[in-house]
Every structure is written in C-alpha cells, then in structure tokens.
C-alpha cells in the first residue's frame, strides 16, 4: 500500500472517533419513533379521504328527513299500496253487517225499494168488531157498489187492480144483548194501480162537492139527500169523510121531523183504499164516535196485512 493512501485511512479513523454515533438503545428508540410518526401519519391521511367522502355525499344528497314535505301532499301512511301484479290498487270494501249480503240496504236507508202493490186481498186484510160491538152475526162477503151514488159520478173505476166488499152489522156498547143492532156497515177494501190512489180521493172529493143535493135513489117519495164533506185527519195516509143527510121518515113514510145522517170515510194506505159506509138500521143515524173507532180499526188490519 502506498504512503498516500496510508495516510488517508489514519485521517478516516481519527475523524470517525471524533464523532458520537449513539448508544445502540438509543438508535433503537430513534427509529421506532419514526415508524409511529410514519403509521400515524398514513391513519390520519385515510381519516381525512373518509371525512372528506362523507361530507361530499352529504353536500350532493342532502337527508330526506330534512326537507319537509309540501303541503297536501300524502304521507306514506295513507297513500295507497300497489298491486303485487303491478296494477292498480284494489278498491277498499265497505264492513257487512253479520246476516246481511254485502251491498244489501238496510231497511232503514235511503234508497231502499217501495212496497210491492199487492195484487189480491185475503180474509185477514179486514178488520174484527170489538167484542163490545159484536151481535153474533158473521161479516157476509157481497159483490155490492162500494159507494152511494154521487150524482152518477165514476170514480177510479178504470185503476181497480183487486177489490173485496162485505156487509158488516154492529151493535153500540150501551145496547143489551138481544135487541136489534144499531147499525151496518158496506166494508170494502181496493187495491188501485200504483200511483192511482191518492187520484181517486181527490175525485171522490170533488164528486162530494159537485153533488151537493140529490134525490134519494129508488124512491121519489123518500126526498133529498144532502152531501157535504167534513174536515178529517188521523186516518192512514189521507181521509175523506163526508155525510149524507135526509128527512127522517117513520115506517108509515110519514115524516119524523129529525133528520137521517149517514157516515162515509175512504182511508188511503199507500196503493190502497177502504171504505166505511155507514147505513143504519131501520132508520138510525150513524154514530161518530163508533165511526172513528172502527176507521182507526181497518187502518191497523190493513197495515198488519201490508206489513
């Protein structure tokens, strides 16, 4: 080896022994320092790109539950669900009320469909006496006029659909058992084309008024008869009433100065009419009172048969 480069390794010694490279725990202590500082600085980095992403997606798609709703429009709660098909959603259906069909009107309601007009009359359409009016004689059915004559008036004969008439005879409740009745009764009882029979008491009404005096029918020597209608209410659906008065007459045909009153009441039930002619018995006068009791005693048979 030459001088010169002898010289140059004394010189590389005595400058590395000047200097003061550490102890090996030291060095150790030094580079686990810089491997935190590197691993904490590559777990801040990735903190700050995920912050950075959820800002930005928060920024480019701000909550739902932060944008109210506009007004009137409908909440997921009540709008409807579609279809599983995909069609539109199904109509809702109404509760049914336990017996009852779905989509069947209650009795009660509007829109349910009118009685249907009945097309015959059976026995039991026909009132029964009180038993104090009974005189043990049975309701005799006859094909009779339903009506004393009105000055030769027609009156609903056209819309007759069925019609039943029986004589009826009845005693007052004061009258004892065993003596002659007090009065009789031509019963009838019509059922009249839908919508007729309220037009049949209006024309009985104007035949009553329209035929104020008249000659007793069959008989030239009997007189007069005068019609007048009475005020009347409380019987079925509407009422006429009106009474036939005529100079009283013995058995003899001689006059008894008092007068004979007889008693006629049409009651309309819906389609249909009955009639009460009161006629007497030997020349007595119709009663009023028994009148009205049984008017009001054919409207309650007539609406239990109508039901």
Same mark, same amino acid.
């Given at each position: 080896?030459?001088?010169?480069?002898?010289?140059?390794?004394?010189?590389?010694?005595?400058?590395?022994?000047?200097?003061?490279?550490?102890?090996?725990?030291?060095?150790?202590?030094?580079?686990?320092?810089?491997?935190?500082?590197?691993?904490?600085?590559?777990?801040?980095?990735?903190?700050?790109?995920v912050v950075g992403v959820v800002?930005?997606?928060?920024?480019?798609?701000?909550?739902?539950?932060?944008?109210?709703?506009?007004?009137?429009?409908?909440?997921?709660?009540?709008?409807?669900?579609?279809?599983?098909? #995909? &069609?539109?959603?199904?109509?809702?259906?109404?509760?049914?009320?336990?017996?009852?069909?779905?989509?069947?009107?209650?009795?009660?309601?509007?829109?349910?469909?009118?009685?249907?007009?009945?097309?015959?009359?059976?026995?039991?359409?026909?009132?029964? %006496?009180?038993?104090?009016?009974?005189?043990?004689?049975?309701?005799?059915?006859? /094909?009779?006029?339903? %009506?004393?004559?009105?000055?030769?008036?027609?009156?609903? &004969?056209?819309?007759?659909?069925?019609?039943?008439?029986?004589?009826?005879?009845?005693?007052?409740?004061?009258?004892?058992? #065993?003596?002659?009745?007090?009065?009789?009764?031509?019963?009838?009882?019509?059922?009249?084309?839908? #919508?007729?029979?309220?037009?049949?008491?209006?024309?009985?009404?104007?035949?009553?008024?329209?035929?104020?005096?008249?000659?007793?029918?069959?008989?030239?020597?009997?007189?007069?008869?005068?019609?007048? %209608?009475?005020?009347?209410?409380?019987?079925?659906?509407?009422?006429?009433?009106?009474?036939?008065?005529?100079?009283?007459?013995?058995?003899?045909? /001689?006059?008894? &100065?008092?007068?004979?009153?007889?008693?006629?009441?049409?009651?309309?039930?819906?389609d249909v009419v009955t009639i009460?002619?009161?006629?007497?018995?030997?020349?007595?006068?119709?009663?009023?009172?028994?009148?009205?009791?049984?008017?009001?005693?054919?409207?309650a048979a007539i609406r239990r048969? %109508?039901?």
């Open positions: 080896m030459s001088r010169e480069l002898s010289e140059l390794y004394r010189s590389l010694a005595a400058d590395a022994d000047a200097r003061d490279v550490g102890l090996p725990d030291v060095l150790r202590h030094r580079a686990d320092r810089r491997a935190r500082f590197r691993a904490a600085g590559g777990t801040l980095a990735v903190g700050l790109v800002i930005g997606a928060q920024v480019v798609t701000p909550p739902s539950a932060s944008v109210p709703a506009p007004a009137g429009a409908p909440t997921p709660s009540t709008s409807p669900s579609p279809s599983p098909t #995909g &069609g539109s959603p199904s109509p809702s259906v109404p509760p049914t009320t336990p017996g009852r069909s779905p989509g069947t009107t209650s009795p009660g309601a509007t829109g349910t469909q009118p009685a249907r007009t009945p097309t015959s009359i059976p026995d039991r359409a026909f009132f029964a %006496l009180a038993p104090t009016n009974q005189v043990g004689i049975a309701p005799e059915f006859r /094909d009779e006029a339903v %009506l004393p004559n009105l000055c030769g008036a027609d009156i609903g &004969g056209e819309a007759v659909v069925h019609r039943r008439t029986r004589l009826l005879i009845y005693k007052l409740p004061q009258t004892p058992k #065993g003596y002659v009745p007090d009065g009789s009764y031509t019963h009838s009882i019509t059922i009249y084309r839908a #919508g007729r029979a309220d037009d049949v008491l209006k024309e009985l009404r104007q035949a009553v008024r329209d035929c104020p005096v008249q000659k007793m029918p069959g008989d030239d020597t009997l007189g007069e008869s005068r019609q007048r %209608l009475i005020p009347d209410s409380g019987f079925g659906d509407e009422s006429v009433l009106f009474e036939m008065r005529s100079a009283g007459q013995d058995v003899n045909g /001689d006059p008894t &100065g008092a007068d004979v009153v007889r008693l006629v009441r049409a009651i309309r039930v819906g009460l002619w009161e006629q007497g018995w030997e020349g007595t006068s119709s009663q009023r009172a028994q009148v009205d009791a049984d008017g009001r005693r054919a409207v048969w %109508l039901g």
